[in-house]
Nanobody, 122 residues
Framework: VQLQASGGGLVQAGGSLRLSCAASGRTFSRYAMAWFRQAPGKERELVAAISWSGGRTHYADSVKGRFTISRDNAKNTVYLQMNSLKPEDTAVYYC????????????????WGQGTQVTVSS
């Protein structure tokens, strides 16, 4: 599967952005999906994950209540709605995919898209 992320940009603190990740291939509905981010000088971290059915989601504590991950299997797309953005959310955001029959939280991902930069100004 090939992944194409988009939607990043510059936003003021308190603002919102929606990231999209479009996937190629006919079996998108069998991939668990996730968003990761990496800030300069920091390790990559998992931000949010969603099971292949969309029925289960997982969030990092730092984004709970502010970010929402969702997917549209008919459009082969996963989204990350980011509200109440903070300067510490500034990072390159990556989408990732894992082929699995397990409809739950996956921690290891096999396919990665190019990153999209999110910059939150104070």
């Amino acid at each position: 599967v090939q992944l194409q992320a988009s939607g990043g940009g510059l936003v003021q603190a308190g603002g919102s952005l929606r990231l999209s990740c479009a996937a190629s291939g006919r079996t998108f509905s069998r991939y668990a999906m996730a968003w990761f981010r990496q800030a300069p000088g920091k390790e990559r971290e998992l931000v949010a994950a969603i099971s292949w059915s969309g029925g289960r989601t997982h969030y990092a504590d730092s984004v709970k209540g502010r970010f929402t991950i969702s997917r549209d299997n008919a459009k082969n797309t996963v989204y990350l709605q980011m509200n109440s953005l903070k300067p510490e959310d500034t990072a390159v955001y990556y989408c990732a995919a894992a082929y699995t029959l397990y409809d739950g939280f996956i921690s290891e991902y096999d396919y990665w898209g190019q990153g999209t930069q999110v910059t939150v100004s104070s």
